[in-house]
C-alpha cells in the first residue's frame, strides 16, 4: 500500500482520501489486469488543477481503456495517439466550428492549467474492458470535488446522461452549467454538434470580469 498519493494539494483534505481510497487502493493492487492510466499519472487531472484554480469542470466517464492513451485527464490523451480518440475527434471539430481552434494532437493538459478540472467518473480502468472499474468506489471522490468546486462560482459541462445525473452533487450559485448530448460518435448529432460550449464558457467568464480560457494552449511540445 502506497498511502495517500502525492501533489494532491488541497484535494487531499477530501474525505475520499482516508474514507475510501485505502480500499480501491488495495483492489487496484488485487487486479490481475494491466490498469490504465499508470500509477503516477492516475490523479493528474486533481494534481495539475487545483481546487482554488478550478474555473470550468468537464466530467468523463472513465479512461481510454487502450494502453498509451490515456494520462489521467478525461478526454485527454497522450500527444502521439494517432487516430484520436472518437469522442475527441468530436470535441475537436466543435470546437473548431464554435471558435475556429483547430488543436494538432489530443494532449489537453494546457486546458487543465487553466483551471479547466478535467474529471473522469472513475480514475482508473482495466486494459481493454472499458467501465471495468465503474463500481469501485471512484464516485464518492467525484461527488466531494463537486461539492467543494461549487462552493464559488464555476462553469460545469455535463455532456451525456451520466454527468447530468451528478448535477445533484453540485451546491446551488451563481455557476454555468451546460448539458448536451455527450461527443460521442453514437449521441454527438444529439446536441452535441452546435452546442458551442466553448464560446459559452468563456462568454461567462468574460461576463465575470475574468480572463478567458485558452483553448488553444497546450499544442506546443508536451513539457
Known sequence: MTGLPSGLGRWAGLPFFTEHWPGIEAALQADP????PPTAQRFA??????????RVVILGQDPYPTP???HGLAFSAEPEVRPLPRSLSNIYKEL???LGVSRPN???????????????????????????HKHLGWHHLVHQVLALTSARPTAYILWGNAAQKLEKHIKSGDH?????????????????FGSR???????????????????????????
Open 96 to 98: 473548431e466550428a464554435d
Open 197 to 223: 460550449p466553448f464560446s459559452k464558457v468563456n462568454n461567462w467568464l468574460a461576463a465575470r470580469g475574468e480572463a478567458g480560457i485558452d483553448w488553444n494552449a497546450g499544442t506546443e511540445a508536451p513539457v
Open 106 to 132: 489530443g494532449d489537453l493538459r494546457g486546458w487543465a492549467r487553466q483551471g479547466v478540472l478535467l474529471l473522469n467518473t472513475a480514475l482508473s480502468v482495466p486494459a481493454g474492458s472499458a467501465n471495468g
Open 33 to 36: 489486469h494491466e490498469v490504465l
Open 176 to 192: 454555468l452549467i451546460l448539458k448536451t448530448a455527450h461527443p460521442s460518435p453514437l449521441s454527438a448529432r444529439r446536441g452535441f
Open 68 to 70: 498509451g492513451h490515456a
Open 45 to 54: 487531472a486533481l494534481e495539475l488543477t487545483q481546487p482554488e484554480d478550478t
